[in-house]
């Protein structure tokens, strides 16, 4: 079993910076990768970025040059840097990972973790 922990997340003024970071911890399993997405008010979840074990990444366009994800594979742990945070990215932060335990690669998702941009 796999469990994921955030931490992070709080009231922020536009044009500052956060840093999120979520935790795998458990046994039996292998990350095959983590990531963040996020769900405004109102709106649906979307992707943030992911990063894969061997380091790629996929953010979303809008999120590039502002957000920056890394990884610590012996703690099995990512962060996630925003910068220059801007009030439309209010939302609730979630990481998730995909992860292979006894042979099936399913999602795993972290309760979440409130970013607010005040303007």
């Known amino acids: 079993q796999l469990q994921l922990v955030e931490s992070g997340g709080g009231l922020v003024q536009a044009g500052g910076s956060l840093r999120l970071s979520c935790a795998a911890s458990g046994s039996g399993f292998r990350i095959n990768a983590m990531g963040w997405y996020r769900r405004a008010p109102g709106k649906q979840r979307e992707l943030v970025v992911v990063i894969e074990t061997g380091g790629s990444t996929n953010y979303a366009d809008s999120l590039k040059g502002r957000f920056t994800i890394s990884r610590d594979n012996p703690k099995n742990t990512v962060y996630l840097q925003m910068n220059n945070v801007k009030p439309e990215d209010t939302a609730v932060y979630y990481c998730?990972?995909?992860?292979?335990?006894?042979?099936?690669?399913?999602?795993?998702w972290g309760q979440g973790t409130q970013v607010t941009v005040s303007s």
């Open positions: 998730n990972a995909v992860a292979t335990v006894s042979g099936f690669a399913r999602d795993y």
